[in-house]
């Protein structure tokens, strides 16, 4: 009988203990599991609390991972729309800013960090925007005219994830100038061949219906030709611009002498001016210019032909190469009717005339200083251009060290 009660209470005992065992390793695995088990060291259990222990583990460290890897492809996204030459802001249900690239803050003059949380029409509080986003009609783009230098923004709103706004902006301003630029253009060009072909269907028309005798037939068809001529000239000046815009670089292995392209002008100059101008060639130095050869002697030609235009009978050109400093400089010197000083900024723009009557006459087509700007870029040089009215100008075509190379 008391061997049975002490096995009794023994079984008691052991049954309290291993429950009091059981007690204190299920609140160690609990505290665990509570403080952070990703970050506490885990607790040393046995039999089944530790088998639990361990799966524990391996969950959290699989999910730790699977948050990690998310987290990478979240960076990667973000980093992906920072670097973006789009600008991208994240607006709350309230139209504050979540987040924003830094296209965005530059754009709109934002703080990426001090903005955040404040309110979009707080900071952009342009009329034609704020009625934008408050309208919640979103399917057209919206463009913005801002700050002084007058820069044209395209944005766009977009509704997600049940009231929150993702606001796209681009920076449109090259575009529309470049837009504007091409519609002056064609403006521009029509106007050029308008009077040509008017000309020429006037006079088309007049010998159609009109008796004339062979004198006034031969005149006219004369003018029918100078028309002819001004327009195919027009053309082949439009073909070379075209050419030069969407050609590749010049070489900087190709050389051509100095000598031969003041060769090249001396004889064009010389026909063109039928002994009528006095003009001098002369080199004060001999190099070779890497480029593009027919681009090389067009644009030094061109500022020698309209030398001869633009200067009456009798009057002096002076075509010269140099060495300043390195540069290369080919300098054309006239005695003719010079340029009021606040023309000479324009000259290189496109149909730009100070005289449309007087360039005409002469054959102009208002494009050729356009061609050697065009040229001289792409050469990495420039054109500097020095004149004073009724006495004459001075066009330097300068080329850069780089490309000259000093055979004296």
Known sequence: MIYSLIIVICLVVFIFAGAFFAKKQYEQLILWLRRDATREEKPHLTGRWKEITDYVERLLKQRNQENQHTIDQLNKLLGAIQVSPNGVLLLDKDHKIEWCNDTAAKLFHLD???DKQQYITNLIRMPEFVDYIESQQYQQPLKLTQGIDEKKLML????????????????ITQIERIEKM????????SHEIRTPLAVLNGFIETM????????????????????GRRMQSLVSDLLTLARLEDSTPPPMDQWIA???????????VQELSAGHHTITIHADAKALIAGNESELISAVANIAVNAVRYTKEGGCIEISFLLVDGEGVFRVKDTGQGIPAQHI???????YRIDKSRSRETGGTGLGLSIVKHVLS?????????SVEGKGSIFSLLFPSQRIKNIN
Do not use: C, W
């Open 345 to 351: 900024k324009n000259l290189t723009q496109r149909f």
């Open 156 to 171: 766009q709103l977009h509704p997600y994830d049940e009231g929150r706004l993702l606001l796209l902006v681009n920076d």
């Open 182 to 189: 091409r519609r002056n253009f064609v403006a521009d060009v």
């Open 378 to 386: 792409r050469h990495g040089g420039h054109l500097d251009i020095e």
């Open 112 to 114: 990426r960090e001090l």
């Open 208 to 227: 159609q219906n009109l008796p004339l005798s062979e004198e006034e037939r031969s005149r006219y068809l004369d003018l029918m030709y100078q028309q």
């Open 258 to 268: 100095s000598d031969a392209i003041l060769d090249h002008t001396k004889n064009t």
